[in-house]
């Protein structure tokens, strides 16, 4: 079994910081692209950036330079550095790992428990 485990959320006023943390832990042979995503009530849940491990990244529009993802791969841990924070940021954050659980399997995506950001105005 694969564990998401995720931390760093909270309230902020607008135009601060919040740095976002997911450490992958359990059953894993190796991990290849890790992410957040984020979800209101009754939508879709949006890509807001994700990293695989040779470092490429990609960033949902609106977040492209207030936003900053990185990765620990020692520690299958991933990071989000939010910054410039606005109120319609506020929402649950979700991270992803794709989790290689043996060798020569295929990638199964896992998912964190969720995390609620609320940026005051």
């Known amino acids: 079994q694969v564990q998401l485990v995720e931390s760093g959320g909270g309230l902020v006023q607008a135009g601060g910081s919040l740095r976002l943390s997911c450490a992958a832990s359990?059953?894993?042979?190796?991990?290849?692209?890790m992410g957040w995503y984020r979800q209101d009530p009754e939508k879709q849940r949006e890509l807001v950036a994700r990293i695989v491990t040779d470092n490429r990244t990609n960033y949902a529009e609106s977040m492209k330079g207030r936003f900053t993802i990185s990765r620990d791969n020692a520690t299958n841990t991933v990071y989000l550095q939010m910054s410039s924070l606005k109120p319609e940021d506020t929402s649950v954050y979700y991270c992803?790992?794709?989790?290689?659980?043996?060798?020569?399997?295929?990638?199964?995506?896992?998912w964190g428990q969720g995390t609620q950001v609320t940026v005051s105005s």
């Open positions: 992803h790992a794709d989790v290689q659980i043996r060798q020569n399997w295929g990638l199964v995506r896992f």
């Open positions: 359990g059953s894993i042979f190796s991990v290849n692209e």
